[in-house]
Nanobody, 124 residues
Framework: QVQLVESGGGLVQAGGSLKLSCAASGRTIRTYATGWFRQAPGKEREFVAATTWDVAFTEYADSVKGRFTFSRDNAKSTVYLQMNSLKPEDTGVYYC?????????????????WGQGTQVTVSS
C-alpha cells in the first residue's frame, strides 16, 4: 500500500510561484508512474502533469505548459510540481497520484493511489 501526502500549497498573488511536494510512504514509488491533478470549485478534477517512473517522458496540460515543471526524487520517494507565473485560474485543490505502471498519463482512472490534496489559491 502507498500513502501520498501533498504539501506546499497556499495563497499567492498572480504571477507568483509555489512548489508542491508529494511524499510517498508505505513503499517506494521509484518504479511508479506519477501524476498531478487539480480540482477547482464547482468543476471536475482535471489533469495537470504526468511522468514516467524514470522521468524519460513528461506530459503537461496545455493550460500549464511552459509554466509548471514536474520533477521527482526517487531516492526520497517524492515528486514535485514547480508552479511559476501562476494565474487565478490555477486555483484549486492539487492532488498527486501514483500507479505501479511505467506511465499512466492524463487518465485519472489509471492511478491507484491518491493524496488528500493541497489547496492552491491565486489572487488577482
Amino acid at each position: 500500500q502507498v500513502q501520498l501526502v501533498e504539501s506546499g500549497g497556499g495563497l499567492v498573488q498572480a504571477g507568483g510561484s509555489l512548489k508542491l511536494s508529494c511524499a510517498a510512504s508505505g513503499r517506494t514509488i521509484r518504479t511508479y508512474a506519477t501524476g498531478w491533478f487539480r480540482q477547482a470549485p464547482g468543476k471536475e478534477r482535471e489533469f495537470v502533469a504526468a511522468t514516467t517512473w524514470d522521468v524519460a517522458f513528461t506530459e503537461y496540460a496545455d493550460s500549464v505548459k511552459g509554466r509548471f515543471t514536474f520533477s521527482r526524487d526517487n531516492a526520497k520517494s517524492t515528486v514535485y510540481l514547480q508552479m511559476n507565473s501562476l494565474k487565478p485560474e490555477d486555483t484549486g485543490v492539487y492532488y498527486c497520484a501514483a500507479s505501479p505502471r511505467y506511465y499512466s498519463g492524463s487518465n485519472s482512472d489509471a492511478y491507484d493511489y491518491w493524496g488528500q490534496g493541497t489547496q492552491v489559491t491565486v489572487s488577482s
